[in-house]
């Protein structure tokens, strides 16, 4: 798994409602280091994040992030979910 897949893996999972300042600070930041990954295979997380996060900075962070990735055509990341295998 490469360290872009892990980190698109903390994105998907619950911590992105977070008001935590530290867990907030962490998000924005990996929602950052995806968007200047210019990896078109994770638009569509990076999208689903700003959508779904209550957190205004989250949101902001994650928004600016789209702008960065060119090809929509490209397969997506899958985010693993614990409640979809069992």
């Known amino acids: 798994m490469s360290k872009l897949s892990i ?7 619950k911590n992105r ?3 935590e300042s530290i867990m907030t600070d962490a ?13 078109s295979r994770y638009r569509t997380l ?11 900075k ?5 928004e600016k992030q789209l702008d960065l990735f060119e090809d929509e055509g490209v397969p997506q990341f899958l985010a693993y979910s614990k409640s979809s295998s069992e």
């Open 58 to 62: 989250i949101e902001k962070f994650a």
């Open 7 to 13: 980190l698109q893996h903390r994105l998907s999972g």
């Open 17 to 19: 409602n977070t008001e």
């Open 27 to 39: 998000i924005a930041w990996l929602c950052r280091v995806v968007g200047k990954s210019k990896n």
């Open 46 to 56: 990076i999208s689903e994040v700003a959508k779904t996060t209550e957190n205004s």
